[in-house]
């Protein structure tokens, strides 16, 4: 089945920095990448998603980069401010517009922004 | 105005005890899910009712039996409850909007803790 590897576990930032976290992923046959935000004694939240059909996505200070060949995916975050704080968990599926999506989610980042 | 909820929040019980964690959501949703949480932040999928029919059921104990009486509500019923089934349980809701967006709206979860 498919396996979601994520890194780092831990990353801290200074406020202002650039953040990156990367997924890997085992099964060549997925295609659906969502990036979901859980702060902390919250519910995961979904920030970005993307299809393995387009290479990068952004949405403000956040992007999704996605490389195929090496099953590689990508979340960047500029500017980082206090409040991106989190835990951020990527996910990988197959999912072809079906009503339901099985998600295997990758280990969590827990990402820190010190003013 | 609670989109997904989730009843209750904390659980505290015995070994051996049988409990129920109740969902609802209010977004007119055709598929819902139940993931487990584990102290490490590890999300994983437990089982998925779409439409009330159960489509994802996971290599979970039959000790963990869902029920979902109408498409907006799925309920967690766990028989004889074990020390390892301590773990935060989140519902999460969704609907097909597009080909590439299925985003997945979870609850505010339940922290179940067996003694």
């Known amino acids: 089945g498919e396996n979601v590897e994520q890194h780092p576990s831990t990353l801290s930032v200074q406020e202002g920095d650039s953040a990156v976290i990367k997924c890997t992923y085992s099964?060549?046959?997925?295609?659906?990448f969502p990036w979901y935000k859980q702060e902390l004694g919250k519910r995961p939240q979904l920030i970005i998603d993307?299809?393995?059909?387009?290479g990068e996505k952004k949405d403000q200070r956040i992007a999704v980069t996605l490389n195929k060949t090496a099953k590689h995916f990508s979340l960047h975050i500029t500017e980082t401010q206090p409040e991106d704080s989190a835990v951020y968990f990527c996910?990988?599926?197959?999912?072809?517009?079906?009503?339901?999506?099985?998600?295997?989610f990758g280990t969590g980042t827990l990402l820190a922004v010190q003013p | 105005d609670t989109a997904v909820s989730q009843t209750p929040k904390y659980l505290v019980t015995q070994m051996g005890n049988d409990k129920s964690i109740k969902c609802e959501q209010n977004?007119?949703?055709?598929?819902m899910y139940w993931y487990k949480q584990d102290s490490k932040k590890f999300l994983k999928i437990m089982f998925s009712?779409?439409?009330?029919?159960?489509?994802i059921n996971e290599t979970v104990p039959n000790r963990f039996s869902p029920k979902s009486p109408d498409k907006a509500h799925l309920n967690l019923h766990i028989n004889s409850l074990e020390l390892g089934d301590s773990a935060v349980y989140f519902c999460?809701?969704?609907?097909?909007?597009?080909?590439?967006?299925?985003?997945?709206?979870f609850g505010p979860g339940t922290r179940l803790t067996v003694l």
């Open positions: 996910a990988a599926s197959i999912w072809n517009g079906g009503a339901t999506n099985k998600l295997i």
């Open positions: 099964d060549s046959a997925s295609n659906y």
């Open positions: 993307i299809r393995s059909n387009v």
């Open positions: 977004l007119g949703h055709d598929t």
């Open positions: 999460a809701s969704s609907q097909v909007r597009t080909f590439t967006y299925n985003e997945q709206f």
């Open positions: 009712y779409n439409n009330k029919e159960l489509i």
